[in-house]
């Protein structure tokens, strides 16, 4: 397969365009899109082929508003490091699209997959939830793609999620995402817009 010239550009703005988004229209999304993001999440890498992501739909009313009560409970402590003017800054971030996004799917990671007979995490048994995450990137990108949104929500206590979706015990809570058809879209990050950081560089550094 050769890529023509022009697709390197079109992933550049693609991830110019992907942000962290929390503003949803709460309109479903059509069930052949998630068929499309699910089959997207697994052309992810993963260590070993382990494949260890773990993914709930979850469409529970009760369960939806136990996460909800869950990141408040969270983002009131998390509140709780800052002083002053950043306090009040903090307090009116927006940090999670829970309320609206139609589409909210918990991620776990299994610690002890069957699959690749644990190939290649030998000496760094943290690449199985590096795995998770790549896989969620990979979702992230599709789902911008579609020309929909995705948000991380990581202002959670593991413990708690995995009590709350009664998780195996070899599961380990890796993030909350919700999905759907963004308010709007943006080339600069929220935190960036609402003044809460300026994005820095990470320039390469030669050895
Ligand atoms: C692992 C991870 C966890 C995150 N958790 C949250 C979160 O709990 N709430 C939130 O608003 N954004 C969360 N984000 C989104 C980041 O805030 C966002 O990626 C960052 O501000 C840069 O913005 P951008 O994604 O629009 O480039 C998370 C992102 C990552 C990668």
Known sequence: MQFSP????????????R?????????????????RLQQAMEL????GNSRPWRVLLVESP??????RAEFVRCNAQA??????????????????????????????????????HGLGRQTMPET?????AMA????????RAENLGMGMVSILEPA??????????????????????PEFTDDTPLLHRADWQKNTAMPWQIR
Not at 6 to 17: I, Q, S, V
Not at 19 to 35: E, K, Q
Not at 62 to 67: D, H, K, S
């Open 128 to 132: 199985l939830e590096q795995s998770t």
């Open 160 to 181: 708690a999620m995995e009590a709350l979706f009664a998780a195996a015990p070899c599961w380990r809570f890796s993030a909350y995402l919700c999905l759907g058809w």
């Open 136 to 143: 969620i990137h990979t979702l992230w990108l599709t789902a």
């Open 19 to 35: 942000r962290d988004v929390r503003h949803f229209r709460t309109d479903p999304v059509p069930a052949p899109v998630l068929a």
């Open 79 to 116: 509140a709780g490091i800052y002083e002053g003017e950043q306090a009040a800054a903090y307090a009116r971030l927006k940090l999670a699209g829970l309320d609206n996004a139609p589409v909210q799917l918990a991620v776990f990671t299994d610690l002890t997959p069957q699959a690749g």
């Open 62 to 67: 009760a369960l939806r508003a136990a996460v």
């Open 44 to 47: 992810a890498p993963s260590v």
């Open 6 to 17: 022009g697709t390197a550009e079109m992933l550049e703005t693609l991830m110019r365009w």
